[in-house]
C-alpha cells in the first residue's frame, strides 16, 4: 500500500471514529499539539478495586470491543501483567499486534503501558498509557482511570488524532463499566 493511501486510510480511521457516538463520560484533553495530545477520564465501576483489576486483566477479551481490533475479535485480546507484558491481539501464530507493551504494574492500582495503540502504531510515534484504580470509602465501587499521553513525529498534526483516540477509549472502557456492571 502507498504512503498516500495508508495516511489516507489514517485519516479516514480518524473521521470515523470522531463520528461514532461518545460514551456517557467525557474524556477531558488535557493538552494538544501539532506534535502530541494527552487526555484523562475516569469512570465509577461496580465493586472492590481487587475484583475490578482481575475484570480489567484476566477478561480483558470478554470486554474489549472487536470494532477496535485488527482482527475482528475481542476473544484474540490478552494482557500479560509481566515487565515487558503484551497488550496483545493474537489471531494466530503469524498474525499479531502488540497493541501496547506493560512497563509498570502496581497490583490492584495501576497498570502503566507505553506504545502507540490503534492506527498511532504506524505514526513514528509512542505513548504512555496509565490505567489507575481507587477504592470508594465503602469499597463498594471503584474508580477507574485512564491517562494517556501521546507525541512524537508524524506527517500528522497529531492534535487532529486526540478526540478521534478518546473517543475510542472512552468506548473501550464503558464496555469493561457495562460488563463489571452486569
Known sequence: MSMKIARISSLATVIACLLLPTATSKA?????????FTFAFS????????????????????????????????????????????????DSELRFTEHLRVVKVEPYSLIRFTGGLGPLQGEGVTGVMDWSLKNSADEQTTTLTVRYRVSGYSPNDLSAWAVAVENVLLQQMTSFQTYMNQ
Open 28 to 36: 477531558e484533553t488535557l493538552d494538544s499539539s501539532a506534535t502530541g
Open 43 to 90: 469512570l465509577p465501576v461496580d465493586g472492590h478495586l481487587k475484583h475490578v483489576f482481575e475484570g480489567l486483566t484476566e477478561d480483558i477479551g470478554a470486554w474489549w470491543l472487536a470494532d477496535h481490533t485488527w482482527y475482528g475479535k475481542s476473544e484474540n485480546m490478552t494482557l500479560q501483567l509481566r515487565p515487558g507484558g503484551c497488550l496483545c491481539e493474537i
